[in-house]
């Protein structure tokens, strides 16, 4: 049965339809955040190396978003209606994911415990269709809300 190591909550300042969770350690990443993001027409969720682009559905606002870290594949999570939903792999050399925006990373990392490892990564997310709506009259908080599930891969 899976167990839950480690769970985190912080606030996403979105912009430009989308953010980027990369290893902690920039220097690992080929092609850094925005550099060569995808457009409109993308994915919820885009893996490149070292990185995972996340597409949202507004495009500047405050978003929140609940990590959890198991130590093996946890159930797929029914605590919402979730509009979107994917799954992507990525290498973190650091054991931690930075997270960027189009104006640079924000201050508080996301902390997966073990350096050097390969992860699976589930994300959720709802409020979408709001959010979309919403961003188009002022800039939103906490409409859009993701999990991620990250355990070893």
Avoid: K, N
């Avoid at 409020?127 to 709506?133: D, F, H, L, T, Y």
């Amino acid at each position: 049965m899976a167990v839950l190591v480690r769970q985190q909550s912080m606030e996403i300042p979105v912009d430009f339809y989308g953010f980027s969770l990369q290893d902690g350690d920039d220097a690992e990443v080929p092609v850094p955040f925005p550099d060569e993001s995808p457009d409109e027409d993308a994915d919820f969720l885009t893996p490149s190396a070292r990185r995972v682009d996340v597409r949202s559905a507004g495009h500047t606002h405050r978003a929140l978003l609940a990590a959890e870290v198991w130590d093996e594949e946890p159930p797929a999570d029914r605590r919402e209606v979730w509009e979107a939903q994917g799954e992507a792999l990525i290498h973190s050399t650091s054991g931690t994911l930075a997270v960027w925006v189009v104006a640079g990373a924000t201050t508080e990392d996301l902390e997966l415990g073990s350096p050097g490892r390969l992860w699976q990564l589930r994300m959720y997310c709802t409020g979408r269709e709001e959010v979309a709506r919403q961003a188009q009259l002022g800039v939103p908080y906490g409409v859009e809300r993701y999990v991620a599930q990250f355990w070893p891969a």
